[in-house]
């Protein structure tokens, strides 16, 4: 039997388990240079998936050697604005090899299909245990802080009360940390509300539900770390026991106000109540978010980057004209241009 493997199903480490079941013991797995290269330059730029690519071409070298399957690697490496051919590259190779292309992508799978080719297409996997980081995680938990080498640490107590504590006199070492980082990107990838919010050379950025999670590794950081961080206060605009007077000027003539404070001040806890209490008085309400954290309704849409540029967002924004926007946050000068831009409109 003959396997051609895609990108997708080496990075989610699948091909190994599928390789070690009786039925395909023996095989010939064959990797186009395509998918090496796709994996090399997903390494090189520092992301997660990418290291995971390598760490299972390495584990099929290993089980080739003890004589499980047969790796092969064949096709030329394609140039780097190539890439966007990759699945081209990938159907050829399975059509020539007449083998069987191994996918979790659906679109790969359907268009190998109309091309005659034989597909296994295996579901995106569905993450059914709980999370790993969750363990550290208890009611009055607002962050956990994992670092290798050092005991794992959170941030605990109500608002004004929180204190550093230690979880554990055992330090966290890379393996524990990568292993921790690999299941949370793949929760983010198969759960519809999760998501990959920014990746970076040596940063990931994860939202997991009410999680934000920072993933920072080498050469970002001096060491492999992840940061997760959850809200603990939900409160409502009457919870901040406002003066009649500002509470009819939130009402009556609120465009332009920004809330401002130092951080974990709960600038973002009272622009939620804000949001929340517009979409109470019946206004259509949009977020401008990076990342998008704020914990509001499903009535609220909330709005990343788009193409990677808030002002991208902005135009979209203008188009849609709700009646109320809420920036979070603004940090650097072009954000308070683009606030400046929003408001002269």
């Not at 950025?205 to 934000?212: G, K, P, T």
């Amino acid at each position: 039997m003959i396997l051609i493997p895609d990108t997708s199903v080496i990075i989610d480490g699948r091909i190994t388990k599928l390789v070690r079941k009786k039925q395909y013991q023996n095989s010939r797995v064959i990797v186009p240079e395509a998918v090496v290269a796709e994996i090399e330059n997903q390494a090189n730029r520092g992301k997660e998936s990418g290291f995971r690519g390598l760490e299972e071409l390495n584990m099929l070298r290993k089980l080739s050697d003890k004589g499980l399957m047969k790796l092969e690697y064949i096709g030329k490496r394609p140039r780097r604005f190539e890439f966007k051919d990759n699945d081209a590259i990938i159907r050829n190779a399975a059509s020539e090899a007449s083998g069987i292309l191994i996918t979790s992508d659906k679109i790969q799978s359907k268009v190998a299909r109309s091309k005659g080719i034989e597909v296994l297409y295996l579901e995106p996997k569905k993450i059914k245990r709980k999370l790993s980081i969750l363990k550290f995680f208890d009611d009055a938990t607002m962050s956990v802080h994992l670092r290798d080498k050092v005991v794992p640490m959170a941030k605990r107590g109500k608002p004004g009360e929180i204190k550093l504590v230690r979880l554990s006199d055992k330090a966290c070492t890379e393996k524990e940390l990568v292993e921790i980082a690999r299941e949370i990107i793949e929760y983010a990838k198969v759960d519809r509300d999760s998501f990959i919010e920014i990746e970076r050379e040596g940063a990931t950025v994860v939202q997991v539900r009410q999680l934000r999670i920072a993933i920072a590794r080498p050469p970002f950081s001096d060491g492999y770390e992840i940061t997760a961080v959850r809200p603990i206060a939900e409160v409502g605009l009457e919870d901040y026991r406002l003066s009649e007077k500002l509470m009819s000027r939130l009402r009556e003539r609120a465009e332009g106000i920004i809330v401002a404070g130092p951080p974990g001040a709960g600038k973002s806890t009272f622009s939620q109540a804000l949001a929340e209490f517009y979409k109470e008085q019946g206004k259509i309400v949009k977020t401008m978010e990076s990342p998008r954290d704020l914990m509001v309704s499903e009535e609220i849409t909330q709005y990343a980057p788009l193409e990677g540029d808030m002002e991208k967002t902005a135009d979209i924004l203008l188009l849609v004209r709700p009646d109320y926007t809420i920036y979070d946050e603004m940090r650097k000068t072009k954000d308070f241009q683009l606030f400046a831009d929003m408001r002269l409109a």
